[in-house]
């Protein structure tokens, strides 16, 4: 008996390890959880056995499919661990030749800095202009980690500016407050039982202000290949400041990248986005995107007042009414939505494309961002109210 | 009084759901009766409508036990949802003190801060004991709530003890039985949800809602009910913003019975959508000949099924 419960529990921590590689995050804990249901549960069938590990060892509704995929595989036969591994990481891609560590450009440029003096002085010209690197990729699948030491000093003045006054909203909690409207009971009969009761001094209490909420859509498509990198960069420079920010990526299908964006390192961060993404450089499918946003995400991240950063140069293939449908509904269930265009750093941009005209009645604000001072200036306009200038409205009259 | 004691298999546990007319499929089962048994906190997350909430009151009533409510909403703080001192008789008791011409000012702050002075709140009340075993706890949508909130149930979800600070640590000798209900308006906590079982609440397949229909809408023609519950089946195969709930379904199939109808037809469909359907665009996408077209596959679905 003691030797089949070893082999057991033995079981179960192995299966534990196989869902921690697929990505469901089990800490030793479950294991213990799942021994103890198992040994109260009395399981008889596979379907028992089934829904009594999944109690224990799922917390989110996204990993039941993977669960589901890790068990059949797992139970089954031991020995196709590996491969059920393989086929639910993305990363793990086998054949592949290895792919430089990230921060390995970084590295070599620190070390042969002198012999690159007149290239990197070329580069920095042309962050001036455009902010982007000399190294364009033509891969599907971009290896964003090989940054330019150019870039990365450009980079972390963007950081540096972000330190800022941010936007604040009003939470329906309290707080102790001077200027409060709400007498605190609680800390006014405290501070009076201090004088023995004979002098009540009235304590405050006011609404608490907190930041709201960020939800970054980047459009990764192959018109905006060259802004990609610095805007995954500045996003997490956000992320980084900021408790909650989410951030989706979107080209031809959407990508929700929050996790992978929330790592220290920006080096890792980009890297960890890259690989889940599919969609590198392709089309653009603006209103399918926000369709798809709309419909599973909208309901989840827009709560308590979030703010909508929508960065996209608004170039849709195909624009018709479901762009303008699914851009309304956008605007109806946020609390600002901002476009972020890169293109408006021509002078002479005009909403002339069909698919931005669609969309500007529908976004508050609309504001290049194409250097590091519209960078800058996007950082003063989420700290505060909307600011005058970049009004969508007004570029449509220009049009007319 | 056999009844009243808790399931000791997942079997008995369907049984004891279906006694109060909530038909569960086994996974749903397996959980609760894990929950139970390990004195375990449940996180059941789903659509609206799906009877996340009904668990909760229907475990009270097969149990015997007292239903205590914590219905979440934006702000809500200790002093709503744990405890508040009764200051008004705190203020009273000091004066009194007074002049009775009690000058020992500790004394006066440990009368003062004790048990006569406080109020108990839903999770306060929960860890107290109960004549008929420990109390359901329902918190019901925590996904309205923020994330400070979700702080405060830390405790009491981990080890069923509530800290005071003046007066200490409050501690249930029978822990209650927790429900915790989230429409996932947002994603609660990692912290929070290792403490629980979870579970996700999907929509049922068609048998098990048509047991549910039956049971709740006793009156009901079959033929009628096998209609609704084919038709709201194929409603939520369509590319709906929201699909409509078991409620819904309920809702709709005692309107229909309201309105003494004996079998679906497009007209009627169409003018009782509003039950099914709480989105003005879901509504204009199913305009008369979708619903027609619908209406001619479940028939001719059902028709094949005899």
Redesign the interface.
Known sequence: MAASEGRLAENILYFARALRAAGI?V?P??VL?AL??LS???VGTR??FY??L???F????EH?GLFDQAFRIFFRKRGYIEKMIASMLPETMPGEHKAPPPGAQRIQEALFSGLNEREQAKSDVEIDARLTVSDQELLRKKDFAQMTAAEIAAAKDAIARLALPLDEVR????APSRHGHLID??RT?RAS?KA???VIDLKYLGPRVKEPPIVALLDISGSMSEYTRLFLHFLHAVTDARKRVTTFLFGTRLTNVTRAVRQRDPDEALAACSTNVADWSGGTRIASSLRAF??QWA???L??GAVVLLITDGLERDADDTLA?EID?LHRSCRRLIWLNPLLRFHAFEARAKGVQTMLPHVDELRPIHNLESMAELVRALSGAPAKGYDPKQMLKNVA | MTDKTLPS??DSTLDLLAKADYIAD??LA??L???L??G?PM?V?GEAGVGKTEIAKVLATTLGRRLIRLQCY??L?V?AAVYE?N?GA??IA??L??AEGE?D?AR??HD?FSDRFLIKRPLLQALEPDPAGPPVLLIDEIDRT?E?FEAFLLEVLADFQITVPELGTVKAAHPPIVVVTSN????VH?AL??RC????VGYPNAERELKILRAKVPGIAKKLSEQVVAFVQALRKEDL?KSPGVAETLDWASALTELDVVALDPATVSDTLGVLLKYQ?DITRLDGTKVKALLDEVRSELRAAE
Do not use: C
């Open positions: 995050p800490g804990g479950a959880d103890e249901a109260v549960a009395h379907d028992d829904w009594t999944h109690a224990v799922v917390k989110r509704h039941t939470t329906r909690r309290l009971i609680r009969l039982m023995g009761g004979a709309n419909k309901r989840r991240v709560t308590q449908f509904r | 298999s997942i086994r996974s397996t959980v009766y894990l929950a048994r390990m375990r996180f997350e934006e702000g703080d002093s001192w200051y705190q203020m000091i004066r003190a007074e000058g000012r006066i702050e003062v923020d400070a996932r308006t947002r994603e990692d949800k290792r079982l979870y579970h996700w913003f665009d």
